[in-house]
């Protein structure tokens, strides 16, 4: 009796674990159908688009003919076909096949072992719309952007100056265009394309706000005379940004410190490297070491502990840190405009 029970048992067990084989195995197979391969999305993406038209009729069609005027499809009629020729000013909207498989990208990109695969499918669904750019919605465009944002984060920053040269005139949104042409300017850099980077970041310069939101343009102008040791041009252009600055956030400041740090280091000035290390750290900066020219450079007094000037004991050391914030503050030509002068740097 008691052999027959754990004989059920056992059988039961086989059974479940039976179950459980053939449940995983559809799961899998689910999976399979649902995240296909990059093949398989493209050969779908060459299907046959709709546009919608001023009428409020649509019409579908494989396209014969596009010169960025007139549309050209080819549509199915009975047991024939016809070629039906549309002028872009007519035409309201369009809509691509396999526009589910946009959902595939948030889920690849968080495997590294895809990012190979992304690239492929933000390719894939490119040369299924680029041609129609000025055809798509704002909402359709937003593809292109992450697309030349995943290339800037993944190494290939020509890749991203390719994409948003081609869809910056279409973008209406200002604030969407300011950040592409900070990507622009990014790319060009980290792309090696030197010339272009600082045509651009002087283009940047000239319309950015000096307390704006972001530094990037005088960063990278700082950065490009740093790598040429040309270290005067380096202080000046990186202190241009700080000396605007106030306790509003700016993007890319931690850097501009950074810079005029080692190029007051590289000048032998004797306390501007220290004060500014202070000032840099009392507004709770980090050394930018995500910055490949800065990684590992922060100066060793950088590190060190610092403390409110009333705190400090009175030592021979203390009064030498004392003395950082007594100094008197600078005064800097503009590194853009030579007949400018930045303003009287205040401390706090």
Known sequence: MRICIDSRVLSLTKTARLAVTITSFATSSLFAQESPSVNNVRQVL???????????????????????????????????????????SEIQ????????????????????ERVEDVFELYRAFYQQQGPYLSLLS???LGIFIDYADFALLNNKPLRAVAIIDLIKPFIEDESIRVQLE????????????????????????????PAGNSALGW??????????????????????PVAFSNQMPMAHLDVCYALAILSAEELRLKEEPQRLA??????????????????????????LEISEPEELQVTENAEK??????????????????????PTRIYN
Do not use: C
Request: negative net charge; hydrophobic residues 35%.
């Open 46 to 88: 060459q299907g046959p688009l709709t546009i919608g038209l001023e009428s409020g009729q649509s019409q579908t069609g494989m396209v014969s003919d596009w010169d960025g005027t007139t549309l050209k499809l080819r549509v199915s009629l009975g047991g024939g076909a016809a070629e039906m020729t549309f002028p872009a």
């Open 93 to 112: 909207g369009i809509r691509f096949p396999g526009s589910k498989y946009k959902q595939l990208l948030p889920d690849w990109k968080d495997s590294p």
């Open 138 to 140: 704002q909402r359709d």
């Open 182 to 209: 900070e990507n622009l300017l990014l790319a060009f850099f980290d792309g090696g394309m030197k010339e272009e980077a600082e045509e651009e970041a002087r283009k940047w310069i000239q319309k950015a706000k």
């Open 219 to 240: 960063r990278l102008l700082a950065e490009l005379h740093f790598q040429n040791e040309d270290f005067e041009r380096a202080f000046w252009t990186a202190m241009h």
């Open 278 to 303: 202070v000032e840099m750290q009392k507004r709770g900066m980090k050394w930018p070491d995500y910055v490949a020219a800065l990684s590992g450079k922060a100066p060793e007094f950088f590190h």
């Open 321 to 342: 840190e004392l003395e950082i914030h007594e100094l008197e503050p600078l005064q800097t030509p503009s590194p853009v405009d030579p007949v400018e002068s930045l």
